[in-house]
């Protein structure tokens, strides 16, 4: 943030600077969950690098909630479908573990096959 906007430490003092981060915040992610943990660090920056208990009023203005047209439901764009994608990866897992090759199994164990198997939701 500090590297985009400019320094956070003008936004700890000017009211502009503040709406200027706020703004860059909203417009940068599409993720609604990533610009709200980017509001509520930067009021919790504000309230530690001004030693406050009370943030001053523009930065107390800064939400820290989400938007509310906000629907966390999954995209179903997005989605693993059972019959396109799981049980077609079966079929390969149980092919590869006929033959000499890697299997998919292990394909599967590999940290960034991990990270975006997490990331994703299975519809049956």
């Known amino acids: 943030m500090a590297r985009e906007v400019g320094g956070l430490a003008d936004a700890l003092e000017k009211r502009k600077a503040a709406e200027d981060t706020v703004r860059w915040i909203n417009r940068t992610d599409e993720s609604e ?3 709200r943990e980017y509001r509520q660090c930067l009021r919790a920056f504000g309230r530690r690098a001004l030693g406050v208990d009370e943030l001053p009023e523009y930065l ?4 820290a909630g989400y938007s509310s047209n906000y629907d ?4 179903p764009a997005k989605m693993f479908r059972w019959d396109e994608h799981v049980e077609q990866t079966q079929q390969s897992e149980q092919a590869a573990d006929e033959s000499d090759g890697e299997s998919v199994g292990e394909i599967l164990d590999h940290p960034i096959v991990s990270t975006l198997s997490a990331s994703s939701t299975i519809l049956r």
């Open 33 to 35: 969950e990533t610009n």
């Open 60 to 63: 107390n203005g800064v939400p």
């Open 72 to 75: 966390p439901s999954p995209d």
